[in-house]
Protein backbone atom coordinates (compact mmCIF):
# COMPACT_ATOMS: atom_id res chain seq x y z
CA UNK A 1 0.00 0.00 0.00
CA UNK A 2 2.45 2.68 0.97
CA UNK A 3 4.82 1.37 -1.66
CA UNK A 4 1.77 2.19 -4.69
CA UNK A 5 1.03 5.57 -2.71
CA UNK A 6 4.63 6.63 -2.67
CA UNK A 7 4.75 5.58 -6.38
CA UNK A 8 1.54 7.56 -7.59
CA UNK A 9 3.19 10.37 -5.13
CA UNK A 10 6.24 10.38 -7.24
CA UNK A 11 4.60 10.01 -10.34
CA UNK A 12 2.15 13.15 -9.70
CA UNK A 13 5.14 15.47 -8.34
CA UNK A 14 7.80 14.45 -11.43
CA UNK A 15 5.01 14.79 -14.16
CA UNK A 16 4.25 18.39 -12.63
CA UNK A 17 7.46 19.88 -12.22
CA UNK A 18 8.84 18.06 -15.89
CA UNK A 19 5.60 20.12 -16.92
CA UNK A 20 6.73 23.41 -14.93
CA UNK A 21 10.14 23.35 -16.38
CA UNK A 22 8.58 22.73 -20.02
CA UNK A 23 6.99 26.19 -19.04
CA UNK A 24 3.41 25.11 -19.12
CA UNK A 25 0.88 26.90 -16.91
CA UNK A 26 -1.09 25.83 -14.22
CA UNK A 27 -4.15 25.09 -15.70
CA UNK A 28 -2.00 23.19 -18.33
CA UNK A 29 -0.52 20.84 -16.12
CA UNK A 30 -3.74 20.70 -13.72
CA UNK A 31 -5.68 19.21 -17.03
CA UNK A 32 -2.84 16.68 -18.54
CA UNK A 33 -1.04 15.64 -15.46
CA UNK A 34 -3.30 12.59 -14.41
CA UNK A 35 -2.92 9.61 -12.86
CA UNK A 36 -4.07 6.20 -14.56
CA UNK A 37 -7.46 5.44 -13.73
CA UNK A 38 -6.27 1.91 -13.21
CA UNK A 39 -4.15 2.88 -10.35
CA UNK A 40 -6.86 4.79 -8.74
CA UNK A 41 -9.59 1.90 -8.64
CA UNK A 42 -7.26 0.57 -6.01
CA UNK A 43 -9.34 1.27 -2.24
CA UNK A 44 -6.39 2.63 -1.04
CA UNK A 45 -5.72 5.42 -3.69
CA UNK A 46 -9.61 6.41 -4.89
CA UNK A 47 -10.01 10.12 -4.50
CA UNK A 48 -12.49 10.05 -1.53
CA UNK A 49 -11.17 12.88 0.14
CA UNK A 50 -8.30 14.50 -1.63
CA UNK A 51 -7.65 13.92 -5.52
CA UNK A 52 -4.49 14.10 -8.00
CA UNK A 53 -6.32 17.67 -8.95
CA UNK A 54 -5.61 19.25 -5.86
CA UNK A 55 -2.26 17.75 -5.07
CA UNK A 56 -0.35 18.68 -8.58
CA UNK A 57 -2.17 22.19 -7.11
CA UNK A 58 -0.08 21.95 -4.36
CA UNK A 59 2.92 20.56 -6.26
CA UNK A 60 3.03 23.49 -7.64
CA UNK A 61 2.56 25.67 -5.34
CA UNK A 62 5.96 24.07 -3.48
CA UNK A 63 7.82 24.37 -6.19
CA UNK A 64 6.10 27.29 -8.07
CA UNK A 65 5.01 29.99 -5.85
CA UNK A 66 1.20 31.47 -6.41
CA UNK A 67 1.70 32.50 -10.11
CA UNK A 68 0.25 30.52 -12.25
CA UNK A 69 2.16 31.33 -15.66
CA UNK A 70 -1.40 33.38 -17.06
CA UNK A 71 0.20 37.08 -17.35
CA UNK A 72 -3.56 38.07 -17.14
CA UNK A 73 -3.65 37.04 -13.61
CA UNK A 74 -0.42 38.66 -12.46
CA UNK A 75 -2.94 42.00 -11.58
CA UNK A 76 -5.99 40.69 -12.73
CA UNK A 77 -9.73 43.03 -13.42
CA UNK A 78 -12.01 42.66 -10.66
CA UNK A 79 -14.03 39.57 -11.83
CA UNK A 80 -17.25 41.76 -11.16
CA UNK A 81 -15.98 43.59 -13.77
CA UNK A 82 -14.65 40.60 -16.07
CA UNK A 83 -17.78 39.11 -15.14
CA UNK A 84 -20.13 42.22 -16.50
CA UNK A 85 -18.23 42.64 -19.56
CA UNK A 86 -18.37 38.77 -20.41
CA UNK A 87 -22.39 38.79 -19.39
CA UNK A 88 -22.48 41.69 -21.84
CA UNK A 89 -20.39 40.33 -24.88
CA UNK A 90 -23.31 37.30 -24.22
CA UNK A 91 -26.10 39.03 -24.72
CA UNK A 92 -26.60 39.38 -20.79
CA UNK A 93 -26.29 37.55 -17.23
CA UNK A 94 -29.30 35.40 -17.76
CA UNK A 95 -28.02 33.88 -21.15
CA UNK A 96 -24.60 33.39 -19.76
CA UNK A 97 -25.86 31.62 -16.82
CA UNK A 98 -28.79 29.85 -19.20
CA UNK A 99 -25.76 28.34 -21.68
CA UNK A 100 -23.88 27.06 -18.20
CA UNK A 101 -26.82 25.51 -17.28
CA UNK A 102 -26.90 23.43 -20.44
CA UNK A 103 -23.34 22.66 -20.52
CA UNK A 104 -23.61 20.92 -16.94
CA UNK A 105 -23.98 17.66 -18.31
CA UNK A 106 -21.33 18.23 -20.87
CA UNK A 107 -18.75 19.75 -18.97
CA UNK A 108 -19.64 20.73 -15.64
CA UNK A 109 -16.03 22.63 -15.35
CA UNK A 110 -16.84 24.85 -18.11
CA UNK A 111 -20.65 25.30 -16.56
CA UNK A 112 -19.64 26.62 -13.05
CA UNK A 113 -17.46 29.79 -14.51
CA UNK A 114 -20.38 30.61 -16.47
CA UNK A 115 -22.70 30.70 -13.66
CA UNK A 116 -20.22 32.18 -11.52
CA UNK A 117 -19.79 35.15 -13.95
CA UNK A 118 -23.31 35.44 -14.23
CA UNK A 119 -23.99 35.99 -10.71
CA UNK A 120 -20.75 38.12 -10.29
CA UNK A 121 -22.48 40.17 -12.85
CA UNK A 122 -25.42 40.46 -11.30
CA UNK A 123 -25.14 39.09 -7.33
CA UNK A 124 -28.95 40.58 -6.79
CA UNK A 125 -30.43 38.56 -9.70
CA UNK A 126 -32.84 35.60 -8.11
CA UNK A 127 -33.02 33.44 -11.38
CA UNK A 128 -29.19 33.29 -11.97
CA UNK A 129 -28.40 32.41 -8.12
CA UNK A 130 -31.40 29.35 -9.15
CA UNK A 131 -29.27 28.39 -11.91
CA UNK A 132 -25.90 28.91 -9.74
CA UNK A 133 -27.56 26.47 -6.90
CA UNK A 134 -28.89 23.81 -9.71
CA UNK A 135 -25.32 23.81 -11.28
CA UNK A 136 -23.29 23.62 -8.35
CA UNK A 137 -25.62 20.86 -6.87
CA UNK A 138 -25.42 18.93 -10.27
CA UNK A 139 -21.37 18.98 -9.64
CA UNK A 140 -21.68 18.39 -6.25
CA UNK A 141 -23.35 14.98 -7.08
CA UNK A 142 -20.87 13.66 -9.72
CA UNK A 143 -17.72 14.54 -7.47
CA UNK A 144 -15.85 12.09 -5.56
CA UNK A 145 -14.03 13.64 -3.37
CA UNK A 146 -15.06 15.01 -0.15
CA UNK A 147 -13.34 18.64 -0.12
CA UNK A 148 -14.86 18.74 -3.81
CA UNK A 149 -18.30 18.02 -2.70
CA UNK A 150 -18.39 19.89 0.26
CA UNK A 151 -17.27 23.29 -1.46
CA UNK A 152 -19.33 22.77 -4.55
CA UNK A 153 -22.70 22.19 -1.91
CA UNK A 154 -21.64 25.10 0.33
CA UNK A 155 -21.49 27.15 -2.99
CA UNK A 156 -25.23 25.70 -3.97
CA UNK A 157 -26.07 26.53 -0.87
CA UNK A 158 -24.71 30.28 -0.62
CA UNK A 159 -27.07 30.65 -4.11
CA UNK A 160 -30.38 29.11 -1.64
CA UNK A 161 -29.69 31.19 1.07
CA UNK A 162 -29.45 34.09 -1.36
CA UNK A 163 -32.59 33.18 -3.04
CA UNK A 164 -34.69 32.37 0.69
CA UNK A 165 -33.17 35.27 1.91
CA UNK A 166 -35.14 37.42 -0.86
CA UNK A 167 -32.43 38.70 -3.26
CA UNK A 168 -33.79 40.89 -5.76
Known amino acids: VLIDVAE ?3 FLVERTVSAMNEGARLNEIVHEVKVDPAVLEKPYLQPIYDEPEFIVRNIWRLYGGWY ?27 K ?18 LVEMAVQAEPDN ?13 RRGVESSLMAKGIFGAAANESLSQLEDGAG
Open 8 to 10: ALE
Open 68 to 94: DGNPAHLKPAEESLLARELAALAGGAV
Open 126 to 138: KALHAIRAEVYQY
Open 96 to 113: LAERGQALASEDVRLACH
